[in-house]
């Protein structure tokens, strides 16, 4: 099979843990681990989130003085190489060496009318108290919105449209390699009102929409979409929360999910099943093998009737 996988940002680094090298490492480690028998038997690209990491990069540049604060599509090419490298060198490890792994730098086109320049909605960098956040939205101009029990940094999230690098992402499968791409739902780019020229967004995209674009025009057998919980829940955090098993795309368009975390998950899914017809799931990354024989996890189906629980 051609199977896409989107690593989520958090399963790279853990929620509340120290930002640090060595965190990363360890995390994403853990995430080759389960990555490696995969490409094996298929042909394997992975995506990945980014938000930790370029909020991380923001702070950073931000603090060096007010004249080095870099525009995200700029700290965007920053992530998807220092997570490609990292990909690259934990899955190596694992895999024979003739298997080739190759990061490719993703840009992405975005649509500048994108209601989601208006909205803010996507968390980046680490967690904060809520009064910490609201220190931090007065004195450098950011959004900020309650994650969980934290407050975190929002930044706009515009749709993606497509991605400019499908014929090299389809030359190295050709050749048997694992690509990386499409880290942090790729640089956010846009041409100028009026002409043929492309130029970079401050901006940030969602790395489940962007796979489920790329999945479709990569013609891919399966998305898997891998996060921190094991399957799309129904009344999630209550007495009567249900796994979902098994759900048509239009039966699950049906239900609200939190735009922050689950709600972009469920609807790349919806829309990769949608358009390809092929199958999407949602899970959690250990029970990979578990994904890809529909045995754990959420599968979204246009074959599936209504919904089933697990």
Not at 241 to 248: E, K, L
Not at 287 to 296: C, N
Request: proline content about 6%.
């Amino acid at each position: 099979m051609r199977v896409v996988v989107a690593l989520g940002g958090n399963a790279l680094m853990r929620r509340g843990a120290p930002m640090t090298a060595q965190n990363q490492r360890a995390n994403i480690a853990i995430a080759c681990a389960a990555l490696a028998p995969v490409p094996l038997e298929h042909e394997l690209v992975i995506t990945h989130g980014n938000g930790p990491q370029v909020g991380l990069l923001a702070l950073q540049a931000a603090a060096y003085d007010d004249a080095s604060a870099y525009p995200f599509d700029v700290l965007g090419a920053q992530t998807e190489g220092m997570i490609g490298y990292l990909i690259e060198q934990e899955l190596g490890n694992r895999l024979p060496f003739e298997k080739s792994i190759a990061t490719i730098l993703t840009m992405t086109e975005v649509d500048p009318a994108d209601p989601a320049f208006n909205d803010p909605t996507k968390f980046v960098g680490p967690v904060y108290t809520e009064e910490r956040a609201h220190q931090l939205a007065q004195s450098q101009g950011w959004v900020v919105k309650p994650d969980g029990d934290h407050w975190r940094r929002v930044v706009p999230s515009p749709l993606p449209k497509r991605i400019f690098e499908m014929r090299q992402i389809e030359a190295l499968l050709a050749l048997g390699s694992v690509v990386v791409c499409a880290g942090g739902g790729g640089i956010p780019t846009m041409y100028r009102r009026g002409t043929r020229t492309l130029i970079g967004v401050d901006a940030v995209i969602d790395k489940d929409r962007a796979s489920a674009v790329l999945a479709r025009d990569l013609h891919a057998d399966v998305l898997v979409v891998a996060t921190d919980v094991d399957a799309v829940y129904l009344g999630w955090g209550t007495p009567d929360q249900r796994a979902i098993a098994d759900i048509h795309p239009d039966e699950l368009a049906t239900f609200d999910f939190t735009a922050g975390s689950m709600g972009p998950k469920v609807d790349a899914a919806i829309e990769f099943a949608r358009e390809s017809g092929r199958d999407a799931v949602i899970g959690a990354l250990g029970d990979l093998p578990a994904l890809l024989a529909g045995k754990a996890g959420t599968r979204v189906s246009m074959t599936a009737s209504g919904v089933t629980f697990r």
